[in-house]
């Protein structure tokens, strides 16, 4: 499955105008047992309680049953559980823990995306980025200061960014570079699949 990603990579990279029009069908047994062995099994669970260890125990059918609601278009994820984290200011940040199976899902959508993306950014683009983080970032820009021509330097913040996207922008974004239907359902229940909190079920009509 490596090699069809970065087959898609490099596509990516070689022809930045194309776009791709049937990759749904790489979310496939092979893909999603691969993210499964991967994933981190002490994380928290979802509404369903179940956990990477009790997936574990019937793989075999459980990934079978999920690609075969896949391939129906059957598949509905279930809502993820909302949580408040402490911030270091006081206030607290929404947290959504989703489930085990969701998690495969969205796994296996974020290595394709990368794929697609990934080689259309800009070096200088560091934020959730794979193998990139804040001390990579620091060096680069240390690097801009010091040894390249820099007049100002710009802070900014945009106040809850992530709980405030826009579910359009987000569709209009992806299919500018896949329009493959199966990719774009699939995106969509996703984003519309809604939270649970405080055993009260609320619609995610942005974020």
Not at 11 to 29: A, C, K, Q, Y
Not at 38 to 52: P, R
Not at 66 to 92: F, H, M, Q, S
Not at 108 to 135: S, T
């Amino acid at each position: 499955m490596e090699t069809k990603l970065e087959r898609i990579s490099q596509l990516s990279r070689e022809n930045p105008d194309m776009v791709f029009t049937s990759i749904g069908h790489l979310i496939s047994t092979s893909l999603l047992k691969e993210c499964h062995n991967k994933m981190d099994g002490n994380k928290a669970v979802g509404i369903d309680g179940i956990t990477k260890k009790d997936y574990d125990k019937n793989l075999d059918k459980n990934i079978e049953n999920l690609v075969d609601r896949l391939r129906k278009k059957a598949y509905k994820p279930k809502p993820a559980r909302r949580i408040e984290i402490p911030k270091d200011n006081g206030k607290t940040r929404p947290l959504s823990i989703y489930c085990y199976e969701d998690k495969l899902v969205q796994e296996a959508l974020k290595r394709i995306l990368e794929a697609v993306f990934e080689p259309c950014f800009y070096d200088e683009m560091m934020g959730f980025r794979p193998n990139r983080g804040c001390h990579m970032a620091l060096r680069k820009l240390n690097y801009m200061i010091e040894r390249e021509k820099s007049s100002y330097i710009l802070d900014a913040d945009i106040k809850s960014f992530f709980n405030h996207l826009d579910h359009k922008w987000i569709m209009k974004f992806v299919e500018s570079k896949i329009k493959d239907p199966n990719i774009a359902r699939l995106l969509k229940r996703i984003l519309k699949s809604g939270v649970m909190e405080n055993f009260q079920y609320e619609a995610t009509e942005e974020g």
